[in-house]
């Protein structure tokens, strides 16, 4: 006689499949009365427990408590070497050689710029040094690379990263290299065509913020929105605002909730509730997509217009409002057009004077080599606007000139932003909050004006 195979149930028991297998009556009543006595949500031990907001609640009070604002001090940030790394990581470094196999093609990773993703194995520096992929690092996540000196992204992304963090607003760390693709298709973006090693410069790649990333179970594109930032959010306005008026001041036109991410250190889901209730240790509000910045924003983040651009950025004035320090104040606007696609994005914020003065601050820390290192990390004179078809520099140009071109043309936007005036929304008790937020002995001013 053949052996009965009984089916597995992972919650309580199926009387349709009793039935197919020709189960006795008795025991079909047994197995419902043992199914009953059971959570029907919780999952059996040898499944992962996905780490996701199982409702809306849940989700809005980790935007409740997180954070978006870092105190740090400003003027003694190494612009070049950039946020402390995961020391069980490759360290990477301004211009090293980044060495890796292909995983993962762009069409598969979302946007419209060329992208690939692929594993780390090897770093060399531009001074000879190397590192090695040993068993201790966690390198298990591939690396996702942008590419192409045509792809103004590969510039903008790696200014607009490098300055929220030296200002103390969460971001992604992109760094500039070179890259070294083993099994690349001919096309990495769309994976198509042969295999082989093929090299990318420039190119960037990204680590990512510290923490998991967090969205209503089965909304794997779901970020966060500038709304919810600035009614949802628990932090103090002039940190909200602070973040708005820079997302004006880089010309932030693509900032659709995808653009943003909600991040979260130490996820615990209770699987004892129905639904399950998740909560995280810290929270944090991340801007991850920064690639449409330090042009001329509008309607389409046009390639040659939207990102990138000295031209559309320096053009571009900060404020549709403000006021010059008289005593009653206007309202203060910012001037930002959003893009098209960026539903649910920030447009022309209104902007209080305490988020006004905290921006101002910090950006006046900033001295001079600063700036000017924001501006080489991103290798921005490789533009090809900048070079003749043989690759050399079009007449009257040269790197340290573009450069400073780009620093002049910062400094003066930061001039705007400091000399303006605003009103308050809510003046705090102690404006030491804002005025040196870091607790330094001495805030330091590059600026002409003085931001408060």
Not at 346 to 367: F, N, T, V
Not at 393 to 402: P, Q
Not at 420 to 432: I, N, S, T
């Amino acid at each position: 006689m053949p052996k009965l195979l009984l089916p597995r149930f992972r919650f309580g028991f199926n009387p349709r499949l009793a039935f197919h297998y020709g189960l006795p009556a008795c025991i079909l009543l047994i197995s419902f009365s043992l199914g009953n006595a059971f959570p029907q949500t919780k999952p059996d031990g040898n499944e992962k427990v996905q780490k996701e907001f199982y409702t809306a609640k849940d989700r809005l009070q980790a935007i409740r408590n997180a954070t978006v604002f870092q105190p740090q001090a400003v003027s003694q940030l190494d612009i070049e070497g950039g946020p402390a790394q995961d020391k069980n990581q490759f360290q990477l470094h301004a211009n090293d050689k980044v060495i890796c196999d292909y995983t993962t093609s762009g069409s598969q990773m979302g946007g419209n710029t060329p992208k690939f993703g692929c594993k780390i194995t090897r770093v060399e520096s531009s001074q000879g040094q190397a590192q090695t992929l040993t068993e201790a690092m966690d390198e298990g996540d591939p690396l996702k690379v942008k590419y192409g000196s045509g792809d103004n992204e590969v510039y903008a992304e790696v200014a607009a990263s490098r300055l929220l963090w030296a200002l103390g607003f969460h971001t992604d760390a992109w760094y500039s290299v070179r890259v070294e693709c083993h099994g690349c298709p001919a096309d990495p973006a769309s994976g198509k065509g042969a295999l082989d090693t093929r090299t990318f410069d420039p190119a960037i790649v990204v680590r990512k913020f510290k923490g998991h990333k967090m969205y209503e179970i089965g909304n794997e594109t779901e970020g966060w929105s500038w709304k919810e930032l600035a009614e949802a959010n628990g932090r103090p306005t002039y940190e909200k605002d602070a973040l708005a008026l820079l997302a004006a001041f880089i010309v932030h036109s693509d900032n659709k909730p995808p653009q943003q991410r909600l991040a979260c250190d130490h996820v615990n889901v209770d699987q004892t509730t129905n639904p399950f209730t998740t909560t995280c240790d810290h929270s944090a509000m991340v801007v991850q997509d920064l690639g449409a910045t330090f042009g001329g924003g509008g309607l389409f983040t046009s390639n040659d217009t939207a990102k990138m651009n000295l031209d559309n950025w320096s053009g571009n004035a900060l404020w549709k409002k403000v006021g010059d320090g008289a005593p009653d104040c206007p309202e203060c606007q910012a001037r930002l057009k959003k893009s098209l696609a960026a539903k649910d994005g920030l447009s022309d914020p209104m902007i209080s004077e305490e988020g006004r003065r905290l921006l101002a601050g910090q950006m006046c820390q900033l001295a001079d080599p600063q700036i000017t290192a924001l501006f080489r990390l991103s290798r921005v004179a490789l533009m090809p606007r900048y070079h003749n078809g043989d690759g050399s520099f079009k007449s009257g140009m040269s790197e340290d000139g573009i450069i400073q071109q780009w620093v002049n043309a910062f400094k003066k936007k930061r001039e705007d932003l400091a000399a303006g005036r605003c009103r308050w929304k809510v003046q705090p008790a102690d404006l030491k909050t804002i005025d040196n937020p870091a607790g330094l002995s001495n805030v330091p001013n590059y600026c002409s004006a003085r931001p408060y």
